[in-house]
């Protein structure tokens, strides 16, 4: 019995061990069952997370574009014309293309899809007629002034959303603060572009600003639909987003001449950067051409909209066919036209000498500029070439300022331009197969000559030789006759090339 007690005993007490050893593993099992779990859960619900964020960048891309009528009555001949090329234009044009935009636009079809097999199915069919961007969307200051800071082909967009709000120091200012501002010159002298006047040559004339004052808000005017363009921004106010000063090549230019950045003894003036106003009327058009000076040209709407329209792939060739089938024809450009609806607050940048045409659907007014850039710098000098040797192209002609302004930066941006955008200027050098070898009149009408003769007072012999009055200048202004602005251009771009050249041989 005793043996068979402690046997019990000795039994009994080996059960309850191994229970508890197999109630312990069982325990341990289910402790780490449970942080498996607990994991899992975590891992899905951070992956749900990341689904739902991506999901709202995604629909946040989706762009909405407005609608508006380009069906408004015509009158005098003119108007009828303009109004013909509006409809013609918006046959071969679609709105922008962005593939954020078709992301969104396929996300939202894939939701509505109830088995794998039909998501699967059209993603193979969507994914494959994925489209290039139209337009550069940008999100904020930084993918401004990242997209700036590289050439870029297709203009750069920004909307402003309660999201992402307007890139623009301020935005608000509109019609009726502009025309505060004008309240007090009502007799000065301003151009607009009237498109009643039957002939296209004549149709940017000379008004007053009391004409301006009474034309808006158009719904009381009882006029052709104008454009008062190229308005000097002297209101002290700045519109220019900080992204697009810091990249502005002239604005690093001037920084680095100021070594003493302090305020004890310097002699730095502050002076507003040169800004323009546009203000149109509902109905207005403009039609197609580039913006003069090769330069990066920027737009803000500050209030009302308008329909910007570009071709889908711009060249040289595309610019030389504008000048040769003429502002007012929107046909037979490869694959057609791009638009853009541009809102309150919106930033739109176009790269140099890119065709464009403009419709305002509502009373609009804009605020613009035009800057130089180290990436593009390349494009800019073959956009000057382009617009002296089709001047129909802009609507402006080639200043001087912009012959000094390139002549400098050439000079100067050594600091500012990587090796690959110096390659770029080199290869624009050999557009000018005549660069100038001295600084010389010789390339000048003789009608040139006496202008510059007339200016120094010389007395001009009747029916002189142009070999007479380079004479004249001889003597009058020396050997070394001071250059025209082109030709310290051509020898400033033929320094920077023979400079590049030898240093990288």
Not at 257 to 263: A, L, S
Not at 417 to 445: N, R
Not at 460 to 475: F, G, T, V
Request: charged fraction near 25%.
């Amino acid at each position: 019995m005793a043996n068979s007690d402690n046997g019990s005993g000795e039994g009994n007490v080996t059960s309850r061990g191994s229970h508890q050893m197999i109630s312990g593993r069982k325990r341990g099992a289910t402790g780490h069952g449970q942080r498996n779990s607990r994991k899992r859960k975590e891992i899905e619900t951070a992956s749900k997370r990341r689904a739902k964020d991506l999901k709202d960048s995604i629909l946040k891309s989706e762009i909405t574009w407005g609608d508006y009528n380009a069906n408004f009555p015509a009158r005098s001949m003119g108007e009828v014309e303009l109004h013909d090329f509006l409809l013609r234009i918006e046959k071969v044009s679609t709105f922008a293309k962005i593939r954020d935009d078709t992301f969104a636009r396929l996300l939202s079809k894939l939701r509505e899809k109830s088995s794998k097999l039909d998501i699967l199915t059209q993603l193979q069919s969507d994914l494959c007629t994925l489209p290039q961007d139209d337009v550069i969307l940008l999100t904020d200051e930084g993918s401004l002034s990242d997209a700036l800071n590289w050439p870029f082909q297709v203009p750069l967009l920004h909307r402003a959303t309660k999201d992402s709000p307007s890139l623009a120091p301020r935005t608000n200012f509109g019609i009726p603060d502009l025309l505060k501002h004008f309240a007090d010159y009502g007799a000065a002298s301003i151009s607009v572009y009237d498109y009643s006047v039957p002939d296209p040559t004549q149709r940017t004339r000379q008004t007053t600003v009391h004409e301006l004052l009474s034309c808006f808000p158009s719904e009381r005017a009882c006029c052709t639909a104008l454009n008062f363009l190229d308005i000097e921004n002297r209101t002290q106010i700045q519109f220019c987003p900080s992204s697009i000063i810091l990249q502005d090549i002239t604005a690093k230019l001037d920084a680095l001449k100021e070594h003493d950045k302090g305020k004890t003894g310097s002699k730095w003036k502050a002076e507003p950067r040169k800004e323009f106003f546009l203000l149109s009327m509902k109905n207005a058009i403009s039609t197609i051409h580039v913006d003069t000076g090769g330069a990066v040209t920027w737009v803000l709407i500050l209030a009302g909209r308008k329909i910007w329209y570009f071709p889908r792939h711009v060249s040289p060739r595309t610019v030389r066919w504008l000048d040769q089938a003429g502002s007012q024809t929107p046909e037979n450009y490869p694959s057609g036209w791009v638009k853009v609806e541009l809102r309150p607050g919106d930033l739109f940048v176009m790269p140099p000498s890119f065709p464009h045409a403009v419709f305002t659907p509502d009373d609009c007014l804009a605020v613009g500029g035009q800057i130089y850039t180290a990436g593009n710098l390349g494009r800019s000098i073959e956009g000057i070439k382009l617009q002296e040797d089709y001047p129909d192209i802009s609507n402006e002609d080639l200043d001087d300022s912009v012959y000094s302004t390139l002549a400098r930066v050439l000079r100067e941006c050594g600091p500012f331009t990587s090796s690959l955008e110096k390659a770029e200027i080199v290869t624009s050098q050999t557009l000018f197969p005549h660069l100038i070898d001295t600084m010389t009149y010789d390339d000048i009408s003789r009608d040139g000559l006496m202008g510059i003769l007339k200016s120094l007072g010389v007395a001009i012999p009747s029916k002189a030789k142009k070999n007479e009055l380079l004479e004249l200048l001889k003597k009058n202004h020396g050997t070394q006759v001071a250059c025209t602005p082109r030709e310290d251009f051509l020898k400033a771009l033929r320094e920077l090339c023979s400079k590049f050249m030898a240093d990288i041989i």
